[in-house]
């Protein structure tokens, strides 16, 4: 990476649980500033302005949580036991997501929807690719004999991901997992009574 790059990234990754915990709203410029022991002049000297940074922001911790999510998924071998490790994924890493300020999805979801019109393409797009992922195994599993012929991959990947989402919303609201947990198994009992053969 160039010298550029690298402050960029750097801006990044100091803020981004800043971003996560506070929004775009309650992050200023001065925490920026104080986070990063940069100028201000440094940090409009790499980004456009706050806006740009929070986008950027949001993809690294979306990204982030992509990746650690897709290497728990990555080491099972049948679509069945890669849902099962897509729903353990968030009841075991519950507790590291919430010191971190909580789901970036949910979050972004959440702050951008009416105030930040700027967000919501990154957003969806995250999410989009989320639901691709979720869909892809169940359309293996269709393809492997393990789920019903006639199931709507995208239909259920969409579900999951909705009953999830509402599950930390909850969770992060009354600060109990318990919520978080019932709605995953929610989703294990979709799997196991309408998914599976």
């Given amino acids: 990476m160039s010298k550029a790059e690298q402050t960029r990234q750097f801006i990044i990754e100091k803020t981004a649980n800043l971003f996560n915990k506070n929004g775009y709203a309650g992050t200023s410029l001065s925490n920026i500033t104080s986070a990063t022991g940069l100028t201000k002049g440094s940090i409009y000297g790499n980004f456009k302005n706050k806006e740009e940074v929070s986008i950027e922001v949001f993809k690294h911790n979306s990204g982030r949580l992509a990746i650690k999510m897709d290497s728990t998924i990555a080491a099972e071998t049948s679509a069945y036991n890669k849902l099962l490790a897509f729903t353990d994924f968030y009841r075991n890493n519950w507790d590291s997501m919430l010191q971190k300020g909580g ?75 318990e919520y978080l947990n019932q709605a995953l198994d929610r989703v294990l009992k979709i799997i196991n009574e309408e998914l599976v053969k």
């Fill in 103 to 177: 789901c970036p999805l949910l979050n972004s979801a959440t702050e951008m929807d009416d105030a930040l019109p700027f967000m919501k393409p990154a957003v969806q797009q995250s999410f989009q690719r989320l639901t691709a992922r979720i869909a892809t195994i169940i359309e293996s599993g269709i393809q492997q004999k393990e789920f019903k012929e006639n199931t709507s991959s995208a239909a259920y990947a969409s579900l999951f991901i909705m009953l999830i989402e509402g599950g930390i919303l909850l969770a992060k609201t009354f600060e109990k997992q």
